[in-house]
């Protein structure tokens, strides 16, 4: 099966900079990679997708690029504000079985 | 997301207990998922289902059972609950589309603690 490594797992930062986070995945059939932000006691939440044939998409403050020949995709967010204080899970999908596999999340903090 | 409902929310129960989490979705979802989220593990795929009795495991299905009837229910069946499934237990929903947008969308989640 698909095996996703996410690196940092924790990462601070002060507001207004940037923070990235970065995660590599072992299946070079998977074609759909969503991040997701869960808030404390909180359920996981979509914030951006990027499919396999995009090398990049961006959405306000955040951005995730795509590297397939390397395996590797990362989640940038500029101008970092308190409530983006969380943690952020990468996530590949097999396109065979529809399985969704996730990294180990990464806890983001914004120091105001 | 009012779309999925899990219960209980919370439970505690002893070693050796059987323990049914419920997954209901008024989404019309073809796919439906389980997870165990355990720190630093992230979320870990256990079962899924691609419609009414089709499920198949994830990568931490052992002692774990499960069962689709129905579109809206997905249910989760500890036959024998010990203490290394303490965790906090999501559903979610997907809609199965692969080249559209299969978007995984969670429940709450169900707190469990196994003492």
């Known amino acids: 099966g698909e095996n996703v490594e996410q690196h940092p797992s924790t990462l601070s930062v002060q507001e207004g900079d940037s923070a990235v986070i970065k995660c590599t995945y072992s299946d070079s059939a998977s074609n759909y990679f969503p991040w997701y932000k869960q808030e404390l006691g909180k359920r996981p939440q979509l914030i951006i997708d990027i499919r396999s044939n995009v090398g990049e998409k961006k959405d306000q403050r955040i951005a995730v690029t795509l590297n397939k020949t390397a395996k590797h995709f990362s989640l940038h967010i500029t101008e970092t504000q308190p409530e983006d204080s969380a943690v952020y899970f990468c996530?590949?999908?097999?396109?065979?079985?529809?399985?969704?596999?996730f990294g180990t999340g990464t806890s983001l903090t914004v120091i105001p | 997301d009012a779309g999925i409902t899990q219960s209980p929310r919370h439970k505690v129960t002893e070693t050796g207990t059987p323990v049914t989490l419920r997954c209901h979705q008024t989404e019309n979802h073809r796919y439906m998922y389980w997870y165990r989220q355990d720190p630093g593990h992230g979320l870990r795929l256990i079962h899924y289902s691609y419609g009414v009795k089709d499920t198949d495991k994830g990568e931490v299905s052992d002692g774990y059972s499960v069962s689709r009837s129905k579109t809206e229910d997905f249910l989760l069946t500890l036959e024998s609950a010990t203490s290394s499934q303490t965790s906090v237990y999501f559903c979610?929903?997907?809609?199965?589309?692969?080249?559209?947008?299969?978007?995984?969308?969670f429940g709450a989640g169900s707190r469990l603690t196994v003492l």
């Open positions: 996530a590949a999908r097999e396109d065979t079985g529809n399985q969704f596999y």
């Open positions: 979610a929903t997907g809609t199965g589309l692969r080249s559209g947008a299969n978007v995984l969308t």
